[in-house]
């Protein structure tokens, strides 16, 4: 079927998040280098990111820790992003893609308050959603029926665009759409490098590749 809907992740997707984590290294006085690393870590054993947090602070909690610092440091992005934080191949592949006809939504796991801040960056989208919003998060088979819901097309005839094989591709194909994983970020280039990237439709390393890819009927 012809891929009428291509719906987007959010982080290291469309948005770098070199920045925010930049700023979470500093917020727990850990040396950048050394926090990434510790991230790309406990990834890399299929463990969940906070673990990085928690090895850096013992008994970290998030939600506590955001309030808290949004308190001392308002009006500051805090562990937000705005449109510095876009790759540069962003608003050109979506602008081709809304030429092409087609529905461009973004839809990924995501706090509340990411809506608002890709609102305002005023992209060539159709709809942002975000999992806070919908009670549910990937890779929840009931978060890709609500993407399905939201863009109103059989699953056949959406394209779900993420930098994850576990979250994006084997969820979202086993929900009957069509997948494109993207090698970037800490996650995209290891998980490209998996065996079961073979189950996505396609692997591009920037998402101008996808207009090219779509228009040649694959």
């Not at 948005?15 to 280098?33: K, M």
């Amino acid at each position: 079927m012809t891929i009428r809907s291509v719906v987007f992740d959010v982080g290291e997707t469309l948005v770098d998040e070199t920045r925010i984590f930049s700023r979470w290294a500093d917020r727990l006085g850990v040396p950048r280098l050394a926090f990434f690393g510790l991230m790309g870590g406990v990834l890399s054993q299929g463990r969940p990111l906070m673990d990085a947090f928690r090895i850096v602070r013992p008994g970290f909690d998030l939600e506590e820790e955001v309030r808290a610092w949004r308190a001392e440091e308002p009006g500051t992005l805090a562990d937000g992003f705005d449109a510095e934080d876009l790759y540069p191949d962003v608003r050109t592949a979506l602008g081709a893609l809304r030429g092409m006809g087609l529905a461009v939504v973004i839809a990924g796991n995501q706090p509340v308050q990411a809506r608002p801040a890709l609102e305002a960056m005023e992209l060539p989208v159709d709809g942002v959603h975000v999992s806070d919003e919908w009670g549910v998060q990937k890779p929840d088979p009931a978060f890709f029926t609500r993407v399905t819901e939201t863009a109103g097309l059989p699953p056949a005839e959406i394209l779900y665009v993420g930098d994850r094989v576990d979250n994006d591709v084997l969820p979202a194909r086993a929900a009957g759409m069509r997948t494109a994983l993207v090698r970037r970020g800490m996650l995209g280039y290891l998980h490209a490098d998996r065996p079961d990237a073979k189950y996505a439709d396609v692997v591009v390393d920037s998402l101008d590749e996808l207009p090219t890819w779509i228009a040649a009927g694959r």
